[in-house]
């Protein structure tokens, strides 16, 4: 059974982050998750935060429940941008058991964003496999790879979902916190789950069979 994922492909990184980036921060961020915030609000901290406004730059895919588009839809986050009434207006359709990734096919490094995307994608909707990935991660505890998803601007409620999807699609990404070597045995076992559950192995099979595994949608 195809699980529920849309994949929203972009043209540009930057029409992409401009059109996730508040639906992910409201999700994830250590400083606005959970809160109403205006795009300047957002920018003016990051830019403190890391130096500069680089977001665009900083962020090659995205990942949302389908939960988080409420608070949008009900107008809580008025005025939208054009870019995100577009992506709501898309998504209409999708309930809370739905997941929402993006990615640019024209962007490097676009096998790995759809891998790491799908991931987090298959992480929210089979709950056996969910439940089993943080059990592993768990019995790993590897505190270097918490801390440094930490510093990357990850709050502490995804640490485990990114821990899953940068351990085994990305080990390199996240290396100057724990070195590929450290979390060898950890990325092996994380692997024998995901073929466990779908039956194949994400590092291993072609990314378009990965996204027709997914619904597609063009902005």
Request: glycine share 6%; proline share 4%.
């Amino acid at each position: 059974m195809r699980p529920q994922i849309y994949l929203i492909e972009s043209r540009t990184r930057q029409d992409l982050a401009a059109t996730f980036m508040r639906f992910q921060e409201y999700y994830e961020s250590p400083e606005f998750k959970g809160r109403i915030f205006s795009i300047e609000d957002f920018s003016c901290w990051y830019a403190i935060k890391f130096g500069s406004f680089s977001y665009s730059r900083d962020w090659y895919g995205f990942n949302i429940p389908g939960t988080v588009l409420t608070p949008f839809k009900n107008g809580d986050f008025d005025p939208l941008t054009p870019k995100e009434r577009r992506l709501i207006d898309f998504c209409s359709d999708i309930d809370g058991n739905s997941y929402i990734i993006g990615a640019t096919p024209s962007a490097e490094y676009f096998k790995e964003t759809i891998q790491h995307e799908f991931i987090h994608g298959v992480f929210h909707t089979n709950s056996e496999y969910k439940r089993e990935v943080i059990n592993c991660v768990n019995d790993f505890n590897i505190q270097t790879v918490s801390k440094g998803l930490l510093k990357m601007g990850y709050c502490d409620d995804v640490v485990i979902d990114e821990t899953n999807a940068y351990v085994l699609v990305e080990p390199d990404t996240i290396q100057q916190y724990s070195s590929v070597g450290s979390t060898k045995k950890l990325r092996e076992q994380l692997d024998k789950i995901f073929a466990k559950f779908f039956g194949f192995s994400v590092l291993k099979t072609e990314i378009s069979a990965l996204m027709a595994r997914t619904e597609r949608v063009l902005i």
